[in-house]
């Protein structure tokens, strides 16, 4: 998956939970638990992979989530 495409897709993942106007350098910190797995499994299913739970939760930004899709895709 090109990182376009997963970026595109993570910010629509944040905007159905109700954040508008984000970007790769978006702060999970900002969001709960809940909405952190709803953007990783967005991009999981975008890639047809699953990523690490210790990668998900170590992810600091949405950029770190895009890397993600970019080593699995």
Known sequence: MD????SETARSALEREGFKNTDETFALSSVDAVTRWVVSRALETQTKRTFPDTAISKAVTVSDLLDLAEEAG
Not at 3 to 6: F, G, L, N, S, V
Request: proline share 0%.
């Open 3 to 6: 990182r376009e495409t997963a």
